[in-house]
């Protein structure tokens, strides 16, 4: 066909050179729109070759290439090639896509990463397969199926601009060749001749000890048996053997069991493998196997032990003969000639001379070296010398590794020649034609292909591991960890690869390994005998053994470190149980038979350590398992009880199961039975669980771990029959296997999803889960149904385990008379026209048709943990469930055997069924709660914490969130917060589980990253480590030191997190002063770090050692009601008062002595600078390092007072301020008070601490007094710390703040002179005042003079709490306060204030209606009205009458006209309140009164008929009068600010764009005689009063004069 574009093309595209090339128009500013296609259709094995001529880096990505069958002529071109559709197949990036939808995510080259000149290609095989070249290589096959006619596509997108059709040709007859030569030896490799591949392949070890047996005489007059190898490596054998001809099995055990023990004895005599001997000198021949072996027998036989086995470099001269697959050098080792020295032909594999900066090659470049290992970490890469061939080994040995950095050695292959190559700092930043091994897992190009390749982790390997890979004749490539092959990496490698090391990290030296055989010989000799004898993992029988006794369930004699196998296998201890509480894995000695149940009986417990006995199935043979600390480290083919939960691989499957394993004691029994239908079921004390697992594998293990207290294990043989498993009786018999306790029936037929779903819909966790692929590109398709069909009264229940925001609509819900055989499965339920009940959002649906709207629940409103349930009850109602609740009967008349339904439509993702599914009367949900897993909460009151729902990838959480347990590995540990953290909110962990095999410990700090936003759980891709997060801001402490998006800010921090062991506690902390703070066990470390943003999460790392953590810290809860003490009824302190005062907490005055000159000590934080005689401390730079102690001690009785000078409002938080009780001469004066932690007391904000620690106020006493006029002290409840006094912060400029410490010892807070109350109780004596000049306070200076309290003389008339002695009226003291003085002003620093004031702006009422005095504008918050002291009630008018001060509102103080009766209302009416509507305000303040009939409609009623007492109906011949509204007043807001009387109105604050909802009311002077006091007329209120001080029978005031009433204040309250 032509190389040529068809000439139609994307609407950007401009072709020239004879349609040769093309070019996308406005390069700069259009990304797409350049899509062009081949003139003619594809032929056959001919590659459509175009050149990248240009490109540009405006853009991300670059060109796509494909196919499609849809033809240019017809075509509507799309903006891209991704959008073609009905039959497309293109290459984007590294990625195959068909119709859009991406089918391979890892393919071949990537195509962002191709420069100008390269070129790129598409070919349709003979085959159908669609094949992708780079420069001239083949990527492989990329999709398969290909229609014939097809038509080449290139998009010329992002960088990319310009390309030239260079061919469509097919390829070159060498690249043809080569493909044929690789289909050739795939077809091959299986019919080499067996004899001459085993014996070029065949380990030395294998002929040693094959020796050694003939030796023995045991195999006299017979010929060795020849193994015929078919596998690359020696420790693979298959199972075809015939030893009957030769040995029994029992015979060949003992047999192998001397050959091994003379091994070794002849190695450890002749100086092993570098002794050297007779037998070394063999030079390989085409049948060198057998001399070699030959050579070993003879010399074996004239008893030079040292000669035993050919040393490793006769074994590597053969083995390298044997890879040599050039076609000379087939059969044998050709001329390559072995010396004590190795291997030394020119063929060897060596690393190549050019390598990373830092390596030095030595060794005859045979091993590699990373210079500077404690300095640096990278730039260690080293390549070998030539590229690997087929089926070809390339293995290494770590020699050398430092314990100082994280990550270790990588290893992996390339396409880049390393001549060529500018090698980078570390191998995975390359991203074209590598493929590495990093950790666990695998990277293709820099990015991870695989997460969780292997068990085995580099970074887990030790000095003397040996890694290796292989490239096979297939393509795949395969990587083995001493020895053992870890499968398929990759399957698609590339023909032509070099092998490619990095030294990274941990990792320092290595040498390359000629003769393959690793540093554990003993797996390579269990292999041997796994080939010869396939039962060789039990104990040795005797050789007339018992029939029985040989099938009776054993121990295994391999088992974890610490454990021991006592009693002929019957019983697993673990001798120091009190010294270590894991390493006690045991396995059973032959795989269980199916329906035979494994059972134990736990003879020995300790109370030392948390957690208990384990049990489990395994698939792991216990001869050859490297036996983990733990079983539930194991990450694949296991199956484990642990607590009350199920984990299969290490990751939980089941949270709620069973009897909890952790409460049992000794002499209690557990066990494990695989059934026949692969379910896997437990039993505790005889007593079936339940399934617990399906599709098990046959043939596993048994296996106890005696974890932490279970110290003793003994497996039960005496018959003890248990009950069958549910609905099992009608299967019939099962088998019963000698030795076991008995034999369990088949599995009950619990609730699961069928095996019949939608396309997208994908069932997981043994049915019991569904969840739909490709969440984000696919919302629906994905329907799955019931196993079977509910019965009556029967729950089914599942609970949303992920969700996404990307849809609109959510998960539906319902029931279908279908069978899932019959059911044609839609892309939604609710397309199904017949036998469908579904609940849709609020709508209940039948065959598709809404029949019912308003349903009691909304399904589109749920969230991720919301359970949803359904049920048919016996007379055929549909009941749905929302979290447990009955959500009423949805629709009636179902027919019997109906299947229950679920569609993961939109947002909905995944789902799980519950544990709550079944019988609604018989609930499986009753799994004790016990310690393990909910932890224990601290006795602070809230709603305990919980963690956030994203978390990494190895964290399960338990518990509903209140525990988090790192599953696997040592990192990904990470865990959030559920919700941001307030101010001064602890968030506290207790460690519950350790893992010493780690190095490393629990990292602890806040992040400003919303968990929210991260990606769906499990986070693969989130940081391992929370010191390598950088999203967003993250402040952390790890071990002593504390980080800021990893860079280090401080050192030496408190006590090192290294250090902690179960039972300990950390918490975390943003307080107030925008500082972080860390605590263990309860003690404040003191601030870690500053200026920490407001908007924070708490963040834990179950890093290293800590594996599992407990939350017991709980949410604040903002209740300050129930922290106030209770004040006390009008009954028993209104009565009999004579004295006029406010009601005040008694408080004898301090009698001081001449008062001690103060002055402020010379020495002092380093940001002060004293002045005026050491008088006054200013703070001149920073927020810190501003802490003050006086010169002099403070005596007794002696109120020590300062004036705050200047406030900065840049800063936030202020100064605090307390005393400490030793002598400040060699005070190490710290950056706060906070870290004050030796014989200190702190006052800060509102809070009291001690050592750092909050401390609870001492309780108070109230004097009142009752009816028989004598005082009584009546003890009330003890106040915590958080409301003594006024809050610090908000004190303004002139505040004068005073300490004082009584003849009892107890410290004083004074603010203005009026004192708060004890604050702390024994404070030593001498004691010394400090002040910690903090955030916005910046200067104070000491009172040398006595200050009057607030409430002295000379105040304002309209000043609160200013008593006039000439008031007196009956002998009582009238108080006419309303404003604090005017050196007392909170409104300067209060934000309530400030955002009243912006709602009153909001209302557009003119200035002129309010006082041009700011400083009447009264704030009665909490922090401002103990700021200036102010009592719950006063007095006022003539005769006095009580009013409430409006607690939680804020005044504003309205213009009064003067007019003649201004001076007698002030002083002689009273004092109420009145509620309104928004809507009034402007009217009433047009009038300056409450006028009847212009207020609110809900403060203002018609007039009825009162009684005689009242105002009484007209008389029967009086005028008509029209009727009189009248006014309702309350003494307290409490009463007027009822909803019904201010009703609410919502508003956005302008500045922080926040939604409030306000009310507002008038603070008013009302004319004694004027009103009648009655009762509240409002409903729901008739029980407890409304204030305590008021009864509800006079809480409401009637008036109706005109002229009675005086506007005083406009009042505003918002929430």
């Not at 085995?456 to 890694?467: K, P």
């Not at 007392?1384 to 400030?1394: D, F, G, L, T």
């Not at 309702?1528 to 604050?1549: C, H, I, N, W």
Request: aromatic share 6%.
């Amino acid at each position: 066909m032509a190389a040529e574009l068809h000439p139609r093309s994307g609407k950007l595209v401009g072709l020239s050179n004879s349609n040769r090339t093309a070019r996308r128009n406005q390069p700069v500013q259009e990304f797409n729109h350049g899509l062009v296609l081949s003139k003619e259709p594809l032929r056959d094995r001919d590659v459509f070759t175009v050149r990248i001529d240009k490109k540009v880096n405006s853009w991300s990505g670059s060109i796509e290439i494909g196919v499609t069958t849809l033809d240019p002529a017809l075509l509507d071109f799309p903006s891209s090639a991704t959008g073609l559709k009905g039959g497309s197949w293109i290459v984007s990036g590294c990625s195959v896509l068909r119709d859009g939808r991406s089918v391979l995510e890892e393919y071949g080259r990537d195509l962002d990463q191709l420069a100008e000149g390269d070129r790129v290609g598409i070919q349709r095989s003979s085959r159908g397969e669609l094949h992708l070249w780079v420069n001239g290589q083949d990527c492989g096959a990329a999709a398969s199926g290909l229609p014939a006619k097809l038509w080449a596509v290139v998009d010329l997108y992002g960088k990319c601009t310009q390309v030239t059709v260079v061919s469509c040709e097919p390829p070159l007859a060498s690249a043809e060749r080569e493909i044929v030569l690789r289909e050739e030896e795939e077809e091959d490799e299986e019919e080499e001749d067996d004899g001459v591949v085993c014996r070029l392949r065949e380990d030395a070890g294998i002929a040693a000890l094959m020796n050694v047996a003939a030796m023995n005489g045991v195999m006299i007059g017979e010929q060795v048996p020849e193994l015929s190898c078919g596998h690359s490596r020696p420790d693979k054998f298959p199972n075809n053997l015939e030893p009957d001809a030769v040995l029994t099995e029992h015979q060949l055990f003992d047999v192998f069991n001397n050959a091994i023990v003379s091994f070794y004895r002849a190695e450890d005599e002749g100086g092993g493998e570098e002794g050297g001997g007779a037998g070394s000198g063999s030079t390989g021949t085409g049948t060198g196997g057998s001399s070699a072996t030959g050579s070993d027998n003879s010399s074996s036989r004239s008893g030079n032990r040292g000669s035993t086995l050919s040393n490793d470099s006769g074994v590597g001269a053969r083995d390298a003969g044997n890879t040599s697959s050039s076609p000379a050098g087939n059969g044998g080792g050709g001329g390559a000639s072995a010396t004590a020295g190795g291997l030394t032909t020119n063929d060897a594999l060596l690393f190549h001379e050019k390598c990373g900066t830092l390596i030095k090659l030595s060794n005859n470049n045979k091993t590699a070296e990373r210079r500077r290992p404690l300095d640096e970490f990278n730039n260690g890469v080293v390549m070998t010398n030539r590229p690997l061939r087929h089926n070809e080994m390339f293995e290494i040995r770590i020699d050398k590794l430092v314990d100082k950095w994280s990550g270790s050695i990588e290893i992996g292959v390339t396409t880049h020649i390393p001549s060529n190559l500018d090698y980078p700092a570390t191998m995975t930043n390359l991203r074209s034609g590598t493929i590495m091994m990093s950790g666990c897992g695998i990277l293709t190009n820099g990015k991870g292909t695989r997460r969780e390749y292997c068990e085995f982790s580099l970074d887990e390997l030790q000095e003397g591991d040996h890694i290796g890979l292989m490239r096979k004749a297939s393509g795949a490539l395969h990587f083995y960890i001493n020895g053992i092959d870890q499968g398929v990496a990759a399957a698609q490698t590339p023909g032509v690869v070099y092998g490619v090391v990095d030294l990274y990290g941990m990792a320092v030296k290595v040498t390359i390994v000629h003769n393959h055989n690793h540093s554990e010989r003993l797996r390579r000799n269990n292999a041997i005998m796994r080939a010869m004898s396939p039962d060789v993992g039990r104990p040795r029988p005797a050789l007339t053994p018992d029939a029985d006794a040989a099938e009776r369930l054993l121990f295994h004699a391999n088992c974890g470190q610490k454990a021991a196998i006592i009693s002929d296998g019957r019983t697993a201890l673990r001798p120091h149980a009190t010294d270590d509480f894991n390493h006690g894995v045991v396995l059973s000695s032959r795989p269980l038979r199916s329906n035979e149940v494994f059972q134990v009986r736990i003879d020995k417990m300790v109370d030392k350590w948390a957690g208990s006995i384990e049990i489990g199935v395994t698939t792991h043979n216990p001869a050859y398992l490297q036996l983990p600390s733990t079983m539930t480290n194991l990450r694949s083919g296991t199956w484990m009880m642990t607590g009350n939960g199920v984990m299969h691989n290490g990751t939980t499957i089941l949270d709620e199961y069973g009897h909890n394993l952790d409460r049992l004691k000794a002499g209690d029994t557990v066990g494990v039975v695989r059934k026949e239908d692969g379910s896997l079921h437990f039993f505790v004390n005889g007593v079936a669980q339940g399934p617990a697992a399906w599709n098990v594998p046959p043939n596993v293990y048994a296996v106890v771990d005696l974890y932490g207290q279970a110290a003793q294990a003994t497996i039960m043989d005496d018959m003890v029959d248990l009950p069958p498993l549910p609905e099992d009786s009608s299967e019939g018999p099962a088998a019963v296997s000698p030795g076991s306790p008995c034999s369990v029936l088949g599995a009950a037929t619990d609730l699961r999803f069928h095996h019949l779903h939608g396309t997208n819909a994908v069932i997981t966790n043994g049915g019991r889960t569904a969840l739909r692929q490709n969440c984000r590109s696919e919302f629906n398709d994905a329907i799955v149904i019931s196993n079977r069909c509910l019965r009556d009264g029967e729950l089914f229940e599942i609970i949303i385990q992920k969700m996404v925001d990307r849809w609109s609509g959510s998960i539906e819900a319902g029931v279908t008379a279908i069978r899932p055989e019959e059911l044609e499965f839609p892309n939604t339920m609710t397309d199904i026209d017949y036998d469908t009940w579904m609940l849709s959002g609020t709508a209940i649906m039948q065959d598709g048709n809404t029949m019912r709207n308003n349903y009691g629940c909304d399904l589109d409103s749920l969230t991720s943990g919301s359970r949803i349930g359904m049920m048919r009850s016996p007379i055929g109602d549909l009941h749905y469930y929302i979290n447990g609740v009955d959500q009423g009967v949805a629709c009636s008349g179902l027919p019997p055997d109906v299947f229950a339904v679920i569609d993961l439509y939109g947002q909905c993702v995944q789902v799980s069924i519950t544990s709550s599914s079944g019988p609604l009367d018989n609930s499986l949900c009753t799994s004790n709660i016990t310690e393990k897993s909910f932890p224990i909460h601290s006795p602070a009151a809230g709603v305990a914490h919980r963690f956030h729902g994203k978390h990494g990838k190895n964290v399960v959480l338990l518990g509903e969130g209140c525990q988090a347990i790192r599953a696997g590995g040592y990192a990904h540990g990470i865990v959030f917060s559920a919700k941001e953290l307030k101010v001064d909110e602890l968030f506290e962990v207790r460690i519950d589980e350790m893992d010493e095999q780690w190095c490393g410990s629990l990292h602890v700090g806040l992040s400003t990253l919303p968990p929210p936003e991260l990606p769906s759980c499990p986070l693969s891709g989130f940081s391992p480590s929370l010191p390598q997060l950088r999203a967003k801001v993250t402040w952390l402490l790890c071990g002593s030191e504390v980080r800021r998006n990893g860079v280090l800010q401080r050192q030496n921090y408190g006590c090192s997190l290294d250090r902690l062991t179960v039972g300990n506690r950390v918490g975390v902390k943003r307080c107030g002063d925008d500082t972080m703070h860390v605590f263990i066990d309860g003690e404040d470390m003191g601030p870690a770090a500053t200026a920490v943003a407001k908007n924070v999460y708490a963040v834990l790392d179950l890093y290293g050692q800590i594996t599992a953590v407990s939350i017991v810290s709980s949410t604040l809860i903002e209740d300050a009601e129930g922290v106030k003490v209770p004040s006390l009824s009008s009954e028993s302190c209104s009565e009999g008062e004579d004295d006029g005062t406010p009601v005040t907490e008694a408080a004898s005055e301090p009698c001081a002595p001449v008062p001690t000159a103060m002055a402020f000590l010379e020495n002092h934080g380093k940001n002060i600078q004293l002045s005026n005689q050491k008088l006054t401390a200013a703070r001149v730079s920073s927020y810190n390092q501003g802490l003050l102690v006086t010169a002099q001690p403070l005596n007794q009785q002696q109120l020590f007072q300062f004036q705050i000078d200047r406030l900065n409002p840049s800063w936030t938080s202020s100064l605090s301020l307390g005393v400490i009780g030793h002598s400040p001469d060699r005070l190490n004066f710290p950056s706060t008070a906070c870290c004050l932690k030796r014989s200190a007391w702190l006052l800060q904000r509102d809070s009291v601490f001690h050592n750092s620690l909050k401390v609870d106020a001492p309780k108070k006493k109230v004097l009142c007094k009752k009816s028989t006029g004598k005082l009584s002290a009546i003890g009330l409840p003890p106040q915590i710390c958080e409301n003594y006094g006024p809050n610090l912060d908000t004190c303004p400029e002139g505040t004068v703040l005073g300490l004082l410490v009584d003849a009892n010892s107890c410290l004083h807070l004074y603010v203005n002179g009026m004192d708060q109350g004890v604050a702390a109780q024994d404070i030593p004596s001498p004691c010394y005042p400090f002040i910690d000049l903090y955030g916005q306070c910046e200067q104070v200076t000491i009172v040398t003079n006595n200050v009057p309290a607030v409430g002295g003389e000379g105040g304002d008339a309209r000043c609160q709490c200013d008593m006039e002695k000439a008031d007196m009226v009956d002998g009582i003291k009238e108080s006419v306060c309303w404003t604090p003085p005017p050196e007392v002003n909170p409104n300067k620093s209060c934000e309530y204030q400030a955002l009243c004031s912006r709602f009153k702006d909001l209302l557009t009422i003119p200035d002129g209606y309010f006082s041009e005095d700011a400083k009447y504008n009264l704030c009665y918050c909490e922090s401002c009205h103990k700021l200036r002291g102010d009592e719950a009630y006063y007095k006022r008018g003539e005769p006095p009458r009580d009013y409430a001060l409006p607690f939680g509102w804020c005044c504003f103080a309205l213009r009064i006209k003067p007019h003649c009766e201004i001076s007698t209302a002030l002083k002689k009416w009273h004092i109420a309140y009145h509620g309104t509507s928004v809507g009034a305000l402007r009217r009433t303040l047009d009038h300056s009164q409450l006028l009847p009939g212009t207020s609110s409609i809900f403060s203002v009623a018609p007039a009825k008929a009162e009684g005689p007492d009242g105002y009484g109906d007209r008389e029967e011949n009086s005028a008509p009068a029209r009727e009189v509204p009248r006014v309702r007043l309350s003494p307290t807001m409490r009463y007027s600010g009822l909803e019904t009387f201010a009703p609410k109105v919502q508003f956005r604050d302008p500045r922080s764009h926040r939604c409030h909802q306000a009310q507002v009311g008038f603070q008013v002077c009302v004319r004694p005689g004027s009103y009648k006091a009655g009762p509240q007329q409002t409903p729901g209120h008739g029980g407890e009063p409304l204030d305590p001080r008021f009864s509800n029978s006079e809480i409401e005031w009637i008036t109706k004069e005109q002229g009675g009433t005086l506007l005083y204040g406009l009042l505003v309250r918002v929430e």
